[in-house]
């Protein structure tokens, strides 16, 4: 069964960089439409960053030029550039994307594991 694997988290200092991977398990046809979201202790999860292929992405206020999204359709990967973090932005991250499995398969929802991030000096 496609799973999809995340990784890139951990820690860093404010100011400094991270890039978080989701990759799906198998080879799929493609990645139609991704999101991250983050969840911080004591907070409802939420969306910080969503794109569909050949559509500009959207981004929440508050990453807003810190943060770009991109799907690599070649390498069925989806990724999270994040520069200039910031202590709130600290939060275990999640993947979402729309795969579709083949040609002929509809398209299907799937979430990745979440990977934790904290920015902190």
């Known amino acids: 069964q496609v799973q999809l694997v995340e990784s890139g988290g951990g820690l860093v200092q404010p100011g400094g960089s991270l890039k978080l991977s989701c990759a799906a398990s198998?080879?799929?046809?493609?990645?139609?439409?991704a999101g991250w979201y983050r969840q911080a202790p004591g907070k409802q999860r939420e969306l910080v960053a969503s794109?569909?292929?050949?559509?500009?992405?959207n981004y929440a206020d508050s990453v807003k030029g810190r943060f770009t999204i991109s799907i690599n359709n070649a390498e069925n990967t989806v990724y999270l550039q994040m520069d200039s973090l910031k202590p709130e932005d600290t939060a275990v991250y999640y993947c979402?994307?729309?795969?579709?499995?083949?040609?002929?398969?509809?398209?299907?929802?799937?979430w990745g594991q979440g990977t934790q991030v904290t920015v902190s000096s």
């Open positions: 794109v569909t292929s050949g559509v500009s992405p």
């Open positions: 198998e080879r799929v046809f493609s990645v139609h439409a």
């Open positions: 979402n994307a729309n795969l579709r499995l083949t040609i002929l398969t509809p398209l299907r929802s799937y």
